[in-house]
């Protein structure tokens, strides 16, 4: 089975302090994707990752960076923590497509991050 | 960039097939319908894709029209466990997932 695994269910941090969400996958995958989910909106992609030390820009990636130093390893960066950042983050993992073959994306559980 | 459209809520009593509707009328030729189930305050779990025939797995069938503008997922015994938001993408071949707001769907005991 997939496991991909968020380092905190919830967090609180304070405006303008700098906020890590890690997230960890256990199997291999080259693909890693951060969303947010917020009331009525879907999920949105931030960013995501093809592999080690890339990334890419999503939908909506201002005010935030990551880092992907490992392939089992990404992480979501908030610089400076801001009210509107106020969402449920999450996670996932995919491998890479094989030719025409869909790639299924496996979800973390979460993190519900309030910024005050 | 919304290309699906499902009901926003549906209820179906426990033991009872749930058929869940999503119309995806633009549809193209290399696009794969996909399924994906949030149950609350969880990360949402892979159901079933599919890009023209009908398929099924442990958890599921997914049925696509002829003129693959619509599907229906089938859960063909509802348990309460059931009880969760149902999101239907329809996705390009190797591009990111577009998730609209779903339809929740409640299993009533």
Redesign the interface.
């Known amino acids: 089975d997939v496991k991909v695994t968020q380092s905190s269910r919830y967090l609180v941090k304070r405006t303008g302090e700098k906020v890590f969400l890690e997230c960890v996958q256990d199997m291999d995958h080259e693909n890693m994707f951060w969303y947010r989910q917020d009331p009525g909106l879907g999920l949105r992609l931030i960013y995501f990752s093809y592999d080690v030390k890339m990334k890419e820009k999503g939908d909506i990636p201002e005010g935030y960076s990551v880092s992907r130093e490992k392939k089992e390893r990404f992480s979501l960066i908030l610089e400076s923590a801001s009210t509107n950042q106020t969402s449920m983050y999450l996670c996932a993992s995919s491998p890479p497509r094989v030719g025409a073959q869909q790639e299924t994306q496996y979800f973390g559980p979460g993190t519900r991050l309030l910024v005050l | 960039d919304a290309k699906t459209t499902q009901p926003p809520s549906m209820d179906c009593a426990e033991g009872r097939a749930a058929n869940l509707p999503c119309n995806h009328s633009t549809i193209s030729g290399n696009e ?1 319908v ?1 399924w994906y189930r949030q149950i609350h ?6 159901i079933i ?1 599919g890009l023209k025939n009908n398929e099924t797995n442990e958890m599921a069938s997914l049925i696509i029209t002829e003129d693959r503008k619509s599907s229906t997922l089938i859960l063909p015994h509802a348990t309460l466990r059931d009880t969760a938001v149902y ?1 239907c993408i329809v ?1 390009p ?2 591009n ?7 339809t929740s769907l409640t299993v009533i005991p």
């Open positions: 794969y996909y305050s969880q990360g949402p779990q892979y894709h999101y996705r071949l190797g990111q997932f577009y998730f609209g707001t779903g």
